[in-house]
């Protein structure tokens, strides 16, 4: 059990914020912040090198390491990642819409893309050359399932359409 927590605690440890700091003051204290310092037996000796010296020859020694500070920063956590808007629902599209062809135009494999005086434009689903309409035609769109609409045009030919705006 020992040999699985190890490598998964350093490889938690390796991806930590306070691993990114170089300086070995600002790096224990960042993890002192984030894990909580231990607290010191009052028979324990100081560990630094300085006190080592002083504890064997009762001289205090200069320390060349300055003491880690007592409350560092720690680094902010990543930002959570910004979550997309809910998309507004479109209003319902009623059962039969009739209206008036007010522009047409095609795309490079023949199907129509025509714009309603309501302002909504609708694409021919299927390639069919049969499929006859012009500006100022009056068509009807039926609702079908699945949300699906059929362009009904003026000489009452019916194909599949699909709202592009």
Not at 17 to 44: E, I, K, S, T, W
Not at 73 to 98: F, G, N, Q, S
Not at 109 to 135: C, H
Request: aromatic letters at 6%; hydrophobic letters at 40%.
């Amino acid at each position: 059990m020992a040999a699985v927590a190890m490598p998964l605690a350093a490889q938690a440890a390796e991806s930590h914020p306070c691993n990114q700091l170089y300086d070995d003051a600002q790096r224990l204290g960042c993890y002192d912040g984030a894990f909580g310092r231990p607290v010191r037996p009052a028979d324990a000796r100081p560990s630094t090198p300085a006190g080592a010296a002083a504890a064997t020859t009762g001289v205090a020694v200069a320390s060349t390491v300055p003491p880690a500070p007592q409350s560092a920063p720690v680094p902010a956590p990543a930002p959570a990642p910004a979550v997309a808007p809910a998309k507004t629902a479109e209003p319902e599209l009623p059962d039969t819409i009739t209206s008036v062809i007010t522009a047409l135009s095609r795309t490079p494999d023949g199907r129509f893309i025509a714009t309603l005086e309501n302002g909504q434009v609708w694409l021919q689903s299927e390639r069919d050359s049969l499929a006859d309409a012009k500006v100022g035609d009056k068509v009807t769109l039926r609702k079908m399932l699945f949300g699906n609409y059929t362009f009904v045009t003026r000489t009452g030919y019916t194909l599949r359409v699909k709202r592009v705006n």
